[in-house]
């Protein structure tokens, strides 16, 4: 069988693999380190959790940046890429070790290692701005212009102060107005201490005290210097526009049409940084998953090429032999030659093949390409694993595609992807954002008319303090007698005729409301073409692969007579070069098939990825959970950096018995197998 061969040429058995399961959400922390271990080399890495990321479970709650802990992994080590060993090329694979790794393993570690969520064309080189990190969210919200914190740092308390001092020397033409001097001199001392507030309302808050020393020279002064302290409150409360818990709360205080700042806005946004995110880490996981399909198929192609190979060289030999013999001609050893440099060229392409681009994600989560070959294809994960690019060990595919035909429920489906999509998670926040923004443009079509109260204690004396007698003799003693208060009750009115500005913001809000739900409904329209795109995907690969079996039994069935009637040497010469044109072209029938058989194999197991992708669910298939609420934005992996939220450590499943590949070249599919995507 093709699997054992397979097996056997990489140095182990069948019964001697490790047991993976498909999602493997209970792998232990020994497990992890033996499997990261390095093949020349051997380090730990510890990576810190320095992505601070932070968010809110509800607008309500109280913001604060909590920071996660450090989380260590184990890696190989991979100091720095610019002292990379060379890579390996089809001209240096002497003494390659492999790796074996599963489809979750190459997860975890993509994302233990990935601060920048990696792709495999060139954003990063082009244009790096535009490449998602694990920074996404926590910049967000501590921006100082647009994020949650600056948007409540509006309602802080703020504390002011002011100390001036001042020299007069004037001369003025009329007595009176110089205090009954015309040469005016002055000595003027001005402390000022100011607390100020903002309410969610609106209402503006002060409390100041002001400390005043003035000596002048003016005749008809009671004392030849004196001190004034004043404390005043004051309370400015907008009544119309401006004024309201909803309102300030979305468009933040001080807000002038089409610019919303408030907090809610502003978590709003945080939570669209969370969804970008969220998009970010789905795709990557895709690509890794990606990729490691890719190189499976790799390995599956160069087994199977490989195999046709050898059977061309035994021709070869044989048909070398009779003609020393003098049994065939010349122009048949040339024949079979040929066919087995051919296979030889096939082998080496498979082996090394050519840096075209791989299953690109987008769109849909991307239809299996196959190019590349087994170094090509190994390299490509390595990158988005963050593996070191070039060692001296291949990494070698150890989970396997579980062939079964899955069926789903559409109606579910459906409303599981219009539900779960993170696009239209996205997209129904910027709705609710334009909506909040709406009800806040409207407040502009009223006027601002706000309500004014002061209150104030006076204090008069020769000196700031000391005795309390006779009168007057210090301020601070006639301030706390109480006998000098004032106070100050008005309305301020200013209305815009027309109101021009308010209209035009509200027509502009109603606008972008109508845009954002278009798009929203243009999106869930989208997602339902994606998903049915990916179930007849999914039902062409199967059908293919069932297809593309039978035809390599067919054609497996074709050699193995051929090849039996050689070596039973039957017939003359003339009809033995008959089974040698007829032998050729069934081994070059089986490696097709085989090829194709293995592409069509792979595909479907791509294609039942890709409909977890559209569900919306491809995070959940893979045990990766973003955190959030009270704690910090990061990523977690069943068994990578922790439990997953809400399961106890010691309840866990234990991993599932590995389920195998059927046999190409006889078994077909299992149609009662379990499938991680479903």
Not at 269 to 280: A, L, M, P, V
Not at 414 to 441: F, H
Request: hydrophobic share 40%; glycine share 8%; charged share 25%.
């Amino acid at each position: 069988m093709i699997l054992n061969d397979w097996l056997k040429r990489l140095g182990m058995s069948r019964n001697a693999r490790p047991m993976i399961g498909s999602r493997g959400i209970a792998l232990t922390a020994a497990a992890a380190t033996a499997l990261a271990a390095g093949c020349t080399t051997a380090d730990a890495w510890r990576l810190f959790n320095d992505n601070r990321t932070t968010g809110e479970a509800h607008i309500e709650a109280d913001a604060r940046i909590p920071y996660a802990p450090p989380v260590t992994t184990v890696m190989p080590d991979d100091p720095s890429p610019s002292i990379a060993p060379p890579p390996l090329t089809v001209r240096r694979l002497d003494q390659v070790e492999y790796r074996e790794i599963s489809l979750d393993d190459s997860v975890r570690y993509a994302l233990a290692n990935s601060k920048v969520m990696r792709e495999l064309g060139t954003t990063i080189l082009r244009s790096p701005e535009a490449v998602e990190t694990r920074f996404i969210t926590a910049s967000q919200y501590t921006d100082p212009q647009f994020g949650p914190e600056a948007a409540l740092a509006a309602f802080d308390a703020e504390f002011a102060t002011r100390a001036f001092f001042e020299n007069n020397d004037r001369v003025f033409n009329n007595r009176f107005q110089g205090g009954g001097t015309f040469e005016f001199q002055q000595d003027l001392h001005v402390y000022e201490a100011e607390i100020r507030k903002r309410a969610a309302t609106g209402t503006a808050f002060a409390l100041r005290n002001t400390t005043q020393y003035d000596a002048n020279n003016a005749p008809a002064n009671l004392f030849d210097s004196a001190w004034w302290n004043i404390l005043e409150g004051e309370i400015r409360h907008p009544l119309l526009q401006g004024g309201g818990l909803e309102f300030n709360r979305i468009a933040g205080p001080d807000a002038v049409p089409g610019v919303y700042r408030g907090v809610v806005v502003a978590r709003v946004n945080n939570e669209i940084s969370q969804t970008d995110f969220e998009i970010g880490l789905r795709d990557f996981v895709s690509d890794v998953s990606n990729a490691y399909w890719e190189l499976y198929y790799a390995y599956r192609v160069l087994d199977a090429r490989k195999q046709a190979r050898d059977e061309a060289y035994d021709v070869l030999q044989k048909f070398e032999a009779r003609a020393n013999e003098g049994g065939v001609g010349t122009d048949r050893v040339a024949l079979a030659r040929e066919q087995y440099f051919r296979f030889q060229r096939e082998v080496e392409e498979a082996l090394s093949g050519r840096p075209l681009p791989g299953t690109q994600t987008d769109p849909g989560g991307g239809a299996l390409r196959g190019t590349g070959g087994v170094l090509v294809a190994e390299r490509r994960l390595r990158l988005l694993m963050g593996w070191p690019i070039n060692d001296q060990c291949l990494l070698r595919p150890a989970t396997e595609p579980l062939m079964a035909d899955v069926q789903f429920d559409w109606p579910s489906i459906v409303g599981e992807a219009t539900m779960r999509r993170t696009e239209l998670r996205r997209q129904k926040l910027l709705v609710k954002r334009r909506e909040l923004e709406l009800t806040a443009a409207k407040n502009f079509l009223s006027p601002r008319l706000d309500a004014l109260a002061q209150y104030r204690v006076r204090g008069f004396g020769d000196d700031l303090s000391g005795p309390g007698d006779p009168r007057f003799n210090n301020a601070l003693d006639t301030f706390s007698s109480g006998d000098f208060q004032e106070w100050q009750l008005g309305v301020e009115l200013s209305v815009p005729l027309g109101f021009r500005r308010g209209h035009a913001a509200v027509q502009n809000a109603e606008l972008l409301v109508a845009r954002e739900r278009a798009v929203l409904h243009e999106q869930e329209r989208r997602v339902v073409h994606d998903l049915s795109n990916a179930i007849a995907e999914k039902d062409r690969a199967y059908l293919a692969a069932v297809t593309s079996l039978e035809r390599l039994k067919a054609s497996d069935t074709l050699l193995r007579s051929l090849q039996q009637e050689e070596e039973q040497g039957r017939g003359g010469a003339g009809e033995g070069a008959v089974n040698l044109d007829r032998l050729l072209d069934a081994q070059r029938r089986v490696a097709e098939a085989e090829t194709e058989y293995y592409l069509a194999m792979t595909a479907y197991e791509v294609a039942l990825k890709n409909i977890a992708f559209e569900k919306g669910s491809l995070l959940d298939y893979h045990d990766v959970y973003v955190s959030g609420g009270e704690e910090s934005r990061s990523v977690q992996q069943g068994g990578a950096f922790a439990t997953p939220p809400g399961v106890p450590s010691d309840i866990l499943p234990p991993t599932p018995a590995p389920v195998p590949m059927p046999e190409p070249r006889g078994e077909g599919f299992d149609a009662s197998a379990s499938h991680p995507y479903v």
